[in-house]
């Protein structure tokens, strides 16, 4: 299938996979899954989660591995094979919706989520393919920091492409937004953390161009042409203090959320057993 990520994969693969790893690791930490789970794995891009996965729950386990974008999924199969982990992981192109082979211990969305457009009939999907006890574990961006790289990005964006249209990451990330995102689900959050790890760039111009060409803002860039996207570039250099050549290291939160049904026990990390809240009750 032809999308942005196709052609993104390889500088994906080189420039946000190692800035990323660390997130993951935390997000299938806190999932706290046991040898011989079942785990569906959607938006997997790469795959570096799959793999964590794939550890976690052993060889009795079973992984499914799925994304839209065939380019990706090529990049996570070969990692798979490379990792001895064909014995427990399937890979295939599918939508974020589609949960074939359910039901699940666990369904797993890592920096997927803001780019699904039916998000909520996706995670109504998921809601249903969860098998009893079973957890939804999400790993989101933000809520940004004021100083936070990638919302200024995005704050040049909208000053100067105001009719571009943006998630609000500020506020889909927040706590109440995503409870009520997960409530028309019937899911509950049972547990909600925000990570930060050091992310590191040569210059302002290698991270606005590892933005264009490795990463969401590849389809940004092809729709607004190079002019604007240079304005764009321009900009933000300026925000930034205007050396378009300084180091730039910052540390961007991210959010893990666990979500499961109301009312069942569900093991975490930390907690071998607790009990889901009601939506009231978060
Ligand atoms: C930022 S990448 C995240 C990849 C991987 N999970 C990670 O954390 O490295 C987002 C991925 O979502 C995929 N994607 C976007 N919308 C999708 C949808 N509706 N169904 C399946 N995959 C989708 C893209 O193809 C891309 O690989």
């Given amino acids: 299938m032809g999308t942005p990520w196709n052609r993104a994969a390889d500088r994906y693969v080189s420039e946000w996979v190692p800035r990323f790893r660390p997130y993951h690791v935390d997000l299938i930490e806190q999932l706290a899954l046991d040898p ?12 570096t989660e799959v793999l964590s996965v794939a550890r976690a729950v052993g060889t009795t386990g079973h992984v499914r591995a799925t994304d839209m974008a065939s380019g990706m999924v090529d990049v996570c199969a070969a990692s798979i094979t490379e990792a001895g982990f064909t014995d427990r992981v399937t890979c295939a192109v599918a939508d974020a919706a589609d949960t074939s082979g359910g039901p699940w211990d666990a ?34 961006s933000g809520p940004p920091d004021a100083d936070d790289a990638f919302e200024s990005m995005n704050e040049v964006l909208r000053e100067l492409e105001p009719h571009y249209p943006r998630p609000k990451t ?19 959050i049972v547990r909600l953390t925000v990570v930060r790890h050091t992310m590191s760039f040569r210059s302002l111009e290698a991270f606005v ?26 900009r933000f250099f300026e925000k930034m203090g205007g050396d ?8 961007p939160p ?27 009750e978060v």
């Fill in 170 to 188: 500020r506020i889909l990330a927040a706590r109440d937004s995503l409870q009520a995102m997960l409530a028309s689900a019937e899911l509950s």
């Fill in 254 to 280: 991210s959010t893990i959320v666990i979500a499961a049904r109301p009312g069942e026990e569900v093991r975490l990390e930390g907690r071998p057993s607790v009990r889901v809240p009601r939506a009231t």
């Fill in 107 to 140: 369904v797993v969305c890592a920096f997927g989520l803001w780019q699904i457009e039916n998000r909520d009939e996706t995670i109504a999907a998921w809601a249903k393919a969860l098998a009893p006890g079973g957890k939804l574990g999400i790993l989101i």
């Fill in 209 to 234: 161009d590892a933005m264009k060409e490795g990463c969401t803002w590849r389809r940004i860039a092809d729709q607004l042409g190079e002019e604007r996207a240079h304005r764009v570039a321009l």
């Fill in 244 to 251: 378009p050549t300084q180091p730039l290291s910052f540390r």
């Fill in 36 to 47: 011989g789970q079942r785990v569906l794995v959607t938006t997997c891009g790469p795959g």
